[in-house]
Nanobody, 122 residues
Framework: QVQLVESGGGLVQAGGSLRLSCAASGRTVSSYAMGWFRRAPGKDREFVAGISWSGDTTYYADSVKGRITISRDNAKNTVYLHMNSLKPEDTAVYYC???????????????WGQGTQVTVSS
């Protein structure tokens, strides 16, 4: 069974940057498209970014386009989310999961990691 471990979150000021990591263990995720999701307090889960298994194709939600980049290192079984120009509205717990395609928000793995908290102060 796959285990997903997200890390790299923290408290930053508006305009700051963070790099989130999602390390998979238990099985390789190199053949899966992967996605990053976030859940802010009182809001539904949002599909933030997706990447194809090869890394050649990406998707970004309008809310983060131009500020966030998703990447992956299949040799390390890890997916990254590079976040720049952070805004208070980016405050959320961020999670990763496999997705059917880079631009589809349905999840493949039924289990989620613990997520990583991102808090952006104004």
């Amino acid at each position: 069974q796959v285990q997903l471990v997200e890390s790299g979150g923290g408290l930053v000021q508006a305009g700051g940057s963070l790099r989130l990591s999602c390390a998979a263990s238990g099985r390789t995720v190199s053949s899966y498209a992967m996605g990053w999701f976030r859940r802010a307090p009182g809001k539904d889960r949002e599909f933030v970014a997706g990447i194809s298994w090869s890394g050649d194709t990406t998707y970004y939600a309008d809310s983060v386009k131009g500020r966030i980049t998703i990447s992956r290192d299949n040799a390390k079984n890890t997916v990254y989310l590079h976040m720049n120009s952070l805004k208070p509205e980016d405050t959320a717990v961020y999670y990763c999961n496999a997705v059917p395609s880079y631009n589809e928000y349905n999840i493949v793995f039924h289990s989620w990691g613990q997520g990583t908290q991102v808090t952006v102060s104004s």
